[in-house]
């Protein structure tokens, strides 16, 4: 039992998971882009912010994969994209929440993240979009009966967990 359990984390090396970590964020990003340029769907401002913590995510785990490490960089890597995975769970956790508003509660469309970051500082703006609007409450693509914030939140759960598994592998292999 001891011989195989060694075996399978052994197959299991960093450069595995984070290769695994930024192909699944690059898949999800390129199926969010064909959502966006071929079949119009037009993503909300959470929708962007939610791309932007895979996009974080598959940065931390492209760099981790090449680098290679076993050691404090490894753990470094994992824990910032336990991070990204845990920031983007919130956030699509919030859209989730959003879209389960009654219709009389849900907030007004507002203006898009262009018209945001040009008109006001940073603060303001990710103040703005994390409040939501009545765009990000619309639901047009659901897939075994979840939206795409909620395959989102679904997503972003895993890679924080893998993210943590991995981080612990790391302390506890180097300790």
């Known amino acids: 039992m001891t011989n195989a359990r060694t075996a399978i984390m052994t197959m299991l090396s960093p450069r595995l998971i984070f290769s695994i970590m930024f192909l699944g964020c690059a898949s999800l990003l390129g199926y969010g882009y064909y959502l966006q340029y071929v079949e119009g769907l037009e993503p909300c401002n959470l929708c962007i912010f939610e791309r932007v ?21 490894s753990r470094v890597y994992f824990v910032l994209t336990a991070i990204g995975a845990l920031v983007g769970a919130a956030i699509a956790g919030r859209h989730v929440w959003i879209q389960h508003l009654p219709a009389d509660q849900v907030p007004e469309c507002g203006p898009g993240l262009d018209f945001l970051m040009m008109a006001f500082p ?24 979840l939206s795409i914030p909620a395959w989102a939140l679904v997503c972003f759960v895993g890679l924080a967990l893998v993210s943590l598994v991995g981080a612990a592998r790391a302390f506890r292999a180097h300790d």
């Open 53 to 73: 913590c895979f996009a974080a995510i598959a940065l931390f785990s492209l760099i981790g994969l090449i680098h290679g490490s076993t050691g404090v960089a």
């Open 122 to 145: 940073l603060q303001d703006v990710i103040q703005t979009v994390l409040k939501g609007s009545g765009d990000c409450a619309e639901v047009s693509w659901v897939f075994l009966g």
